[in-house]
């Protein structure tokens, strides 16, 4: 009998893989509920059960992916390592990030990855020295990890080229001075 959690893990995956497909065929505001569940071969009660609409299913699976990569960044491994190992999942995934980047309606990919990010980021720098991080350099955290969301879209939908290991390193190089130097005294960099 298989567990309650790893069905329901399951079907999350399922309508993941469903949405992907969608996502070949159509762009992301076009698709609907009704075409995730036919492609999945379950209901929209299933769907919602797991999910409160397409854009958390979207969020859900790139929290997935994402927290994947930064499992690499909590290994004690750099910045601009764990940047180029979060490219090589978007590459791999580059279909979905592509039509989930174009998409700027409410719930948007580009927010959630800004949170996830600056949230990651925060605990880092929060759980290396022991103290809230100070107001200035909360500023230019925010700051850099919105513009290394920006360029991270820009990459995904074709605008600028690179291989994920060229991203990371000119990810890293743009980091403003001051939160450069804190990332260093705590081996982040």
């Known amino acids: 009998m298989k567990e309650p959690g790893k069905a329901h893990e399951n079907m999350k995956y399922r309508l993941a893989d469903a949405m992907k497909q969608c996502m070949k065929k159509d762009p992301v505001e ?23 609409d397409k854009y958390d299913l979207i969020n859900w699976y790139f929290d997935k992916i994402l927290l ?73 955290l925010e700051m850099y990890c919105q513009g290394s969301i920006y360029m991270t879209v820009q990459w995904v939908l074709g605008k600028i080229s690179g291989t994920p290991e060229e991203m990371a390193t000119s990810l890293a190089a743009a980091m403003p001075a001051e939160l450069e130097k804190v990332f260093r005294q705590l081996e982040l960099v």
């Open 30 to 52: 076009k698709i609907t509920v009704k075409e995730i569940v036919e492609e999945c071969g379950t209901t929209r009660q299933t769907f919602y059960r797991n999910f409160q």
């Open 68 to 140: 994947e990569s930064f499992e690499h960044m909590g290994e004690g491994k750099t910045i601009r390592e764990g940047l180029v190992n979060k490219f090589h999942y978007i590459e791999a995934e580059k279909l979905f990030f592509r039509a989930a980047f174009k998409n700027d309606a409410q719930n948007n990919l580009r927010d959630h990855d800004f949170q996830l990010i600056l949230q990651f980021y925060t605990e880092r720098i929060e759980g290396k020295t022991g103290r809230k991080m100070p107001e200035h350099l909360r500023f230019l």
